[in-house]
């Protein structure tokens, strides 16, 4: 089984058949840290409306008011990964990770405690977060991050 089998695989295994909600992490002038908000726009493009924010903690409101089973978080992730792999996180799972696996140091396990529903983060391996565009890498991953989201999204509706 190949690299995007696996994420895909464990992305679908986290969810199982429950409602989530898709919230797009990121900044659009600060390299691959647009990932998600690259993976926003091809979400929109794909008819589902995620949640867009800055930071994790802007994120506790809107989740809660949306009701879903699941969250699901897109962001781009320093990591010792090649840049634009996929990685697929439980809350907990990247709490505990290396401090080089993060979503810009918040934890998501606090987002998980805040709004009682469980927390997967789909991370996009970021090349680099200095301002500027995003890579290509970065961009081709989001926009098939977004294009299994939402397939998954009609699927569990």
């Known amino acids: 089984m190949g ?6 695989k464990k992305l679908r295994s986290l969810l199982g058949r429950r409602r989530f909600t898709v919230a797009c992490l990121g900044s659009k002038d600060m390299g691959d840290d647009a990932a998600g908000l690259v993976a926003a ?18 994120l506790v409101g809107p989740l809660r008011r949306a009701k879903a089973e699941a969250a699901v978080i897109v962001d781009a992730v320093l990591s010792d990964a090649p840049p634009g792999s996929i990685l697929v996180f439980e809350a907990q799972e ?9 979503t810009h140091r918040v934890p998501p396990s606090l987002l998980e405690k805040a709004t009682g529903v469980p927390v997967v983060v789909v991370g996009i391996a970021a090349a680099s977060l200095a301002p500027g565009p995003p890579s290509r ?21």
Request: overall charge negative; aromatic content about 4%.
């Open 41 to 58: 726009e091809e979400l929109r493009r794909l008819g589902v409306e995620p949640l867009e924010a800055v930071n994790l903690l802007d």
């Open 137 to 157: 890498g970065a961009v081709e991953a989001a926009r098939r991050v977004a294009r299994v989201l939402a397939e998954l999204s009609r699927a569990y509706r």
């Open 3 to 8: 690299a995007a089998e696996d994420w895909e």
């Open 94 to 102: 990247l709490d505990e990770a290396s401090p080089l696996a993060s």
